[in-house]
């Protein structure tokens, strides 16, 4: 007569523990790729909203120089509101906040988030 234990077919519990720790090793080096590919993009945005905010103060200082025949940018942040699109301020991803420079240069409060040229 045949043992019942002999015939049983399935996966033994060092099979399985083998198989949630490669599956764990995986999880993590996606998640590692993920938050890099997120900063990577709350940069990218940064920046474009830098960019954005640069182009309306163009638009501003311009304006200015017609309208009144002083050249000057912008001061604050309400007076590029008719310069940009849906007259909505764009907003650091992370946070940060813009800060308008007298050149007509905007820089973000968040070290991280530089303009290249």
């Known amino acids: 007569m045949k043992s019942l234990f002999n015939e049983q077919r399935g996966f033994t519990l060092i099979e399985i523990v ?10 993590s080096v996606a998640m590692t790729k993920i938050h890099s590919y997120r900063q990577s993009v709350e940069t ?3 920046i474009m909203n830098q960019q ?11 304006d200015q ?10 001061e604050n942040d309400e007076d590029l509101l ?17 800060v308008l420079h007298d050149d007509g240069t905007v820089s973000c409060t968040d070290p991280a988030h530089t303009q290249r040229n």
Request: aromatic letters at 10%; charged letters at 15%; a negative charge.
């Open 18 to 27: 083998i198989v949630i720790v490669i599956i764990g090793t995986l999880a």
């Open 44 to 46: 990218a945005t940064c």
């Open 52 to 62: 954005a905010l640069e182009t309306a103060q163009a638009l501003y200082y311009a």
């Open 65 to 74: 120089a017609v309208e009144t025949g002083v050249e000057k940018f912008a």
């Open 82 to 98: 008719p310069f940009i699109k849906d007259g909505a301020l764009p907003d650091c991803p992370t946070g940060g906040s813009y």
